[in-house]
Nanobody
Framework: QVQLVESGGGLVQAGDSLRLSCSAS????????MGWFRQAPGKEREFVTA????????DYADSVKGRFTISRNNAKNTVYLQMNSLKPEDTAVYYC???????????????WGQGTQVTVSS
């Protein structure tokens, strides 16, 4: 099991950028694929992006492709989400998650952080 803590959320204006971080505990972080998900008020949690253990593969939801970038630093046990050109519809609680597999995917995540709020004003 890995424990995850997100940070970096906040209130920004449309068009601004934010970088979220997710710090993981445990020495096996580098073996896990990591993902970011989000949940807006009144909506289901949705996939945002994922990255394989070695950063060799990434996957993005169509809604964020070209604007968001996922990356990771295994030496620091941290995964990042760089969000550019933010839109009001990006407003949500953002969660990072760990998948007990090396390959990036949109499901199968077992460990979750507590989430960080991102609010984008128009």
């Amino acid at each position: 099991q890995v424990q995850l803590v997100e940070s970096g959320g906040g209130l920004v204006q449309a068009g601004d950028s934010l970088r979220l971080s997710c710090s993981a505990s445990g020495r096996t972080f580098s073996r896990y694929a990591m993902g970011w998900f989000r949940q807006a008020p009144g909506k289901e949690r949705e996939f945002v992006t994922a990255i394989s253990w070695d950063s060799g593969n990434t996957d993005y939801a169509d809604s964020v492709k070209g604007r968001f970038t996922i990356s990771r630093n295994n030496a620091k046990n941290t995964v990042y989400l760089q969000m550019n050109s933010l839109k009001p519809e990006d407003t949500a609680v953002y969660y990072c998650a760990a998948r007990r597999s090396s390959s990036a995917a949109r499901g199968g995540y077992a460990d979750w952080g507590q989430g960080t709020q991102v609010t984008v004003s128009s």
